[in-house]
Nanobody, 118 residues
Framework: QVQLAESGGGLVQPGGSLRLSCTAS????????MGWHRQAPGKERELVAT???????AYVDSVKGRFTISRLSAKNTWYLQMNSLKPEDTAVYYC????????????WGQGTQVTVSS
């Protein structure tokens, strides 16, 4: 079993920055795919950023150039650096782990609130 612990959410003004962290405990494979999802009020959950075992990354169009996902494999930890935040980035952010042979996340964190407001 895998458990995920997130940290780093909070309230920030538009244009500000936050860094989210996620640490996994349990059996993590070097082939697992790490990611961040978010869900805003009244909207469906969406995949924001993904990092693969070869450190390739992918982002939803709305955050490209502003968000950066990275990982420290040795510590089963990954991050989401969020810059130039906008009010529309307000959401609950979830870190995820997907086994490489699945098409959707297998494990989810508890979620951390990010609020962008003046």
């Amino acid at each position: 079993q895998v458990q995920l612990a997130e940290s780093g959410g909070g309230l920030v003004q538009p244009g500000g920055s936050l860094r989210l962290s996620c640490t996994a405990s349990g059996t993590i494979s070097s082939s697992d795919v790490m990611g961040w999802h978010r869900q805003a009020p009244g909207k469906e959950r969406e995949l924001v950023a993904t990092i693969y075992s070869n450190n390739n990354t992918a982002y939803v169009d709305s955050v490209k150039g502003r968000f950066t996902i990275s990982r420290l494999s040795a510590k089963n930890t990954w991050y989401l650096q969020m810059n130039s935040l906008k009010p529309e980035d307000t959401a609950v952010y979830y870190c995820t782990v997907r086994r490489w042979y699945y098409d959707r996340p297998n494990y989810w964190g508890q979620g951390t609130q990010v609020t962008v407001s003046s």
